[in-house]
Each structure stands twice: as C-alpha cells, then as structure tokens.
C-alpha cells in the first residue's frame, strides 16, 4: 500500500539528515584523526580570553605536558614573559597578513625554552573565534645553524692567522736575503778596500813582508765584520787610501809602522789619521782612534 505523500516526504527529509550527519561524523572523524597524527604540535586558542581549547599529542610532547595541563593554561602560559608582547605583536601581524610565520621561543612545562616556527589561522569553533596555532620545533636546527656560523668564524679566524702567518714568513724571509745582500756586499767591500791593497803591496815590495802578512792575518778577521762597510758610509766619505790606514790604524800598528809600509812620511800618515779623526766627528775629542775603529 503506498505511503500518503506527508508521511513520504518527511521519511525523504529524515534520511536526508541521516546522511548529513553520517557525513559530518566522518568529516570530524577524519580531522580528527589528522589532529591527532601530526607531527607539528597544534593549539586552538579561544581569541577573546587567549585560553586553550584543543592541544594534539604532538603539542603536549613538545612542551611536556598532559592534554588536561595544556586546557588549564593560555598563550601566556607558554611564552617567557619577557618575550610574549612580541609574540603577541608577532600574531596581530601574522592576522593583517604581513607575515607567514612567528618564531617565537616557548617555555616547556620543566622550565627551558624551545624555539618554534609558529602558523597561526582563525577559525569558529564551538560558536567561538579562535586561533588554531601550528608548532614546529626549530631548536635543533637554530642549534646546527649557530654551530656552523662557530665553525665558519673558526675557520675564517684561522684563515686570517695564515694568511699573517704567511706574511710574517715572507717578511722574515726578506729579511734573511737582506742580511745575506747585505753580508755580501760588507764581504766584497772588506776585500775591495781592505785586503786588496794589502796584497797589491805585497806584490809590488818584499820589503817588510812580515809585517805586510801580519797586516793580511789580522784584515782576514774583518772579512766577515761590518768594518770596511761602515767606512765606506757615504756620511763618513773616507778615501780609499784612508780606508787604508784606518784599517792599519785597527790592527794595533804605529804611525811609523804604517809610514813604512806604505813608503810614505810620518807626517803624511799624521794627516790622514787626523783627516779619518775629523771625517768621523772624533776631532778635538779626547777618544783615542784604536779603540773607536776597533769598536766598528
């Protein structure tokens, strides 16, 4: 017998609900279920009294606390004090659109702090305004992001000490030629002025050979001494012949000495050994010449 068309149309209207609600059930189940399996800690916040009305599994690993402590607490709960306005100021910011994401260090139930990479959404929940906060851990990451910069610092710090490492080498290494030049040249000018001569004489006179080759004994010394450079010094100027006598002078021989090795005057000897006194600002000075030449 067929239905009278009334009671046809509500039992159409009453599964029609049915499966509305079947579906709504799923619906909820499904988030639900995602709620629950996210890796990323989650948070809904009542807007108006900034208090806890849902927290996932993951939030309470994150902070270590209990799904009921979470309900019991708010945002200001979670956020050192010294930080939460510009965590707050961080949202606003986050509502007008001017920013994505709010890293904001959180305050876990046994006292330290972690750092999150939070996303937040408004949503009506329950008749209520709220926002839905997505947590995600970034401590550790902060953590091997702060090790490489100590590590780059490190390495750029060691760097730089190579590199004046380097230039210190290269410096004293100059400096190594330049005293090698230098002993060099004080060797070519010891021979050039001061033993040439000698053995130019010994050439041309056997006479006072003796003396001559004592006078080479004692000049051999000075081959590795600072002596016949100093004398040539452009400020001093001293002639070759002065050189000489100045080198005859340090090894100790008399003016009559030198006067006799050279076949010259003792008054010609005199003038040199006072124009070698003037040339090296010893004149009128009571410094004996042995012993200044002898301190070269």
Do not use: W
């Not at 006479?207 to 040539?232: D, N, P, Q, W």
């Not at 076949?263 to 050994?273: E, F």
């Amino acid at each position: 017998m067929p239905l009278p068309a009334g009671e046809a149309c509500l039992r159409k209207a009453a599964g029609g609900r049915s499966s509305t609600e079947a579906a709504l059930r799923e619906s909820e189940a499904r988030y639900h279920a995602l709620f629950n399996a996210s890796a990323d800690g989650i948070l809904i916040a009542d807007i108006e009294t900034r208090m806890f009305k849902y927290a996932n599994p993951a939030i309470c690993r994150m902070l270590g606390y209990t799904a009921e402590e979470l309900l019991a607490l708010g945002v200001g709960d979670i956020h050192p004090k010294t930080e939460l306005p510009a965590v707050i100021a961080g949202f606003k910011a986050q509502a007008r659109g001017e920013t994505t994401v709010v890293s904001a260090p959180c305050l876990r139930k046994n006292g330290r702090i972690l750092q999150a990479d939070i996303n937040t959404a408004k949503a009506l929940i329950d008749g209520r305004e709220c926002n839905i906060g997505i947590f995600r851990d970034i401590t550790e990451r902060l953590e091997a992001e702060k090790a490489l910069k100590t590590i780059c610092s490190d390495l750029e710090a060691e760097k730089k000490l190579l590199a004046e490492k380097n230039i210190a080498f290269r410096e004293a290494m100059n400096a190594v030629e330049a005293e090698k030049n230098k002993l060099k040249d004080e060797i070519i000018v010891n021979v050039n002025e001061i033993i040439l001569p000698i053995l130019k004489r010994l050439k041309l006179k056997d006479v006072a050979s003796r003396k001559h080759l004592e006078l080479l004994e004692k000049s051999l010394g000075t081959l590795i001494s600072s002596f016949g450079r100093r004398l040539t010094e452009k400020n001093i100027k001293l002639t070759p012949k002065e050189i000489e006598i100045s080198n005859m002078v340090k090894s100790g021989l008399s003016t009559k000495e030198i006067s006799g090795l050279l076949s010259a005057s003792s008054q010609t000897i005199s003038k040199h050994r006072n124009n070698i006194r003037r040339k090296l600002g010893l004149a009128k000075k009571g410094i004996n010449l042995v012993s200044y030449l002898q301190s070269l």
